[in-house]
T-cell receptor, first 115, second 114 residues
Framework: KAGVTQTPRYLIKTRGQQVTLSCSPI?????VSWYQQTPGQGLQFLFE???????NKGNFPGRFSGRQFSNSRSEMNVSTLELGDSALYLC??????????????FGQGTRLTVV | QKEVEQDPGPLSVPEGAIVSLNCTYS??????FMWYRQYSRKGPELLMY????GNKEDGRFTAQVDKSSKYISLFIRDSQPSDSATYLC??????????????FGSGTQLTVLP
């Protein structure tokens, strides 16, 4: 069974640009969450999608947005990139919303560098 | 104060040692607890998942939860150099609680010396 696939693995962007990251969850999983990982702040929650609906959102500015498609694949977009957006962006998939018997499995992440 | 506190280490142990990793939390809404292992430049890998107080064993790994003390632990027996990684605790309230997303500790960097 294929795991969580994130593309691209690496990105270098310039300040002010926008970027779109993609996540394909494990087959059959309907929930996708996104996290930002930095050395200083650790893993921080961005948002969660379930059945194409955003169920939960973390404390990030509106420049960070996402969506989920009918096949459960998800994208996140960051507009007007800042140097501080440089991070490893991780996607996690789970069969349903997090809780009883719904563990979250992570992809390898997309490493974004903003210069 | 962070909701989840985890000693960042680094922690170095000799091969074969028993490793104890710990997290404390302050939000009593947390009901489900996970331990992840993350190798350098990789995504976190789920090791253990528990939701009740007590112990859960899987091979060389034992997860322990004490909800009354808001304290969770991961024990690694017969540690191997391949266990060298960062270990992250994570927790959630579940779908009906006030903290549905995974909240992570800062991670403990472990090195097992051959």
């Amino acid at each position: 069974k294929a795991g969580v696939t994130q593309t691209p693995r690496y990105l270098i962007k310039t300040r002010g640009q926008q970027v779109t990251l993609s996540c394909s969850p494990i087959s059959g999983h309907r929930s996708v969450s996104w996290y930002q990982q930095t050395p200083g702040q650790g893993l921080q929650f961005l948002f969660e999608y379930f059945s194409e609906t955003q169920r939960n959102k973390g404390n990030f500015p509106g420049r960070f947005s996402g969506r989920q498609f009918s096949n459960s694949r998800s994208e996140m977009n960051v507009s007007t990139l800042e140097l501080g957006d440089s991070a490893l962006y991780l996607c996690a998939s789970s069969p349903g919303v997090l809780g009883m018997n719904t563990e979250a499995f992570f992809g390898q992440g997309t490493r974004l560098t903003v210069v | 104060q962070k909701e989840v506190e985890q000693d960042p280490g680094p922690l170095s142990v000799p091969e074969g040692a028993i490793v104890s990793l710990n997290c404390t939390y302050s939000n009593s809404a947390f009901q489900y607890f996970m331990w992840y292992r993350q190798y350098s430049r990789k995504g976190p890998e789920l090791l253990m998942y528990t939701y009740s107080s007590g112990n859960k064993e899987d091979g060389r790994f034992t997860a322990q939860v004490d909800k009354s003390s808001k304290y969770i632990s991961l024990f690694i027996r017969d540690s191997q150099p391949s266990d060298s990684a960062t270990y992250l605790c994570a927790m959630t309230s579940g779908p009906s609680g006030s903290a549905r997303q995974l909240t992570f500790g800062s991670g403990t960097q472990l090195t097992v010396l051959p």
